[in-house]
């Protein structure tokens, strides 16, 4: 059984940064392909970064150079840095991984870029 728990959202203004959390429970998660996505308000979610667990991580063009998926398989927990954050980058973020079986979402963390 695994479940994600997401923190880390609030509100910041345009260039600022901020760092999520996604923590996992099961003892599998050092096998598990980790992934990042993000709905903003009144569209589609959309993937942002990958990470497997050998470390190989993918982005979404609209994020890459200023944010950094990693993980810490001692820790069972996955980040996401988002530096030179723009108004656009303003959604709900969620953390997610595929099981054979089925997918895991967590609850997700509202992220906010204004001035």
């Known amino acids: 059984q695994v479940q994600l728990v997401e923190s880390g959202g609030g509100k910041v203004q345009p260039g600022g940064s901020l760092r999520l959390s996604c923590a996992a429970s099961g003892s599998i998660f050092s096998i598990l392909v980790m992934a990042w996505y993000r709905q903003p308000p009144g569209k589609q979610r959309e993937l942002v970064a990958t990470?497997?667990?050998?470390?190989?991580?993918n982005y979404v063009d609209s994020v890459k150079g200023r944010f950094i998926i990693s993980r810490d398989n001692a820790k069972n927990t996955v980040y996401l840095q988002m530096n030179s954050l723009k108004p656009e980058d303003t959604a709900v973020y969620y953390c997610n991984t595929k099981l054979v079986v089925r997918e895991v979402w967590g609850q997700g963390t509202l992220v906010t870029v204004s001035s």
């Open positions: 990470i497997t667990g050998a470390g190989t991580t």
